[in-house]
Nanobody, 122 residues
Framework: QVQLVESGGGLVQAGGSLRLSCAASGRTFSRYAWFRQAPEKEREFVASIKWSDSSTTYADSVKGRFTISGDNAKNTVYLQMNSLKPEDTAVYYC?????????????????WGQGTQVTVSS
């Protein structure tokens, strides 16, 4: 059974950092991504990584502040978030896809974690 389990969320002041983790079990996927959803907003793409070559894609809103990475041995994906802003406040979801192309669309990701809350105070 495929499972994606996120951890690492919490409360942080603006300008601070957090690292999210997503431990995958059951199988390895072609691509992993982080999405986020703020209250009363659509779920939005944050970043993705292609497992075979570690190539990455970022949303413009987080480029230069967030870094997605993976650890093959642990089958774990990370999202290092620096210079956090109040507008980064959201539930962050880990997602996995069998597609190699760099989709930013949630329907292209068939497996999802339960989400972890990130709150950035001003």
């Amino acid at each position: 059974q495929v499972q994606l389990v996120e951890s690492g969320g919490g409360l942080v002041q603006a300008g601070g950092s957090l690292r999210l983790s997503c431990a995958a079990s059951g199988r390895t996927f072609s691509r992993y991504a982080w999405f986020r959803q703020a209250p009363e907003k659509e779920r939005e793409f944050v970043a993705s990584i292609k497992w075979s070559d570690s190539s990455t894609t970022y949303a413009d809103s987080v480029k230069g502040r967030f870094t997605i990475s993976g650890d093959n041995a642990k089958n774990t994906v990370y999202l290092q978030m620096n210079s956090l802003k109040p507008e980064d406040t959201a539930v962050y979801y880990c997602a996995a896809s069998n597609y190699y192309f760099a989709s930013r669309l949630a329907p292209d990701f068939g497996s999802w974690g339960q989400g972890t809350q990130v709150t950035v105070s001003s």
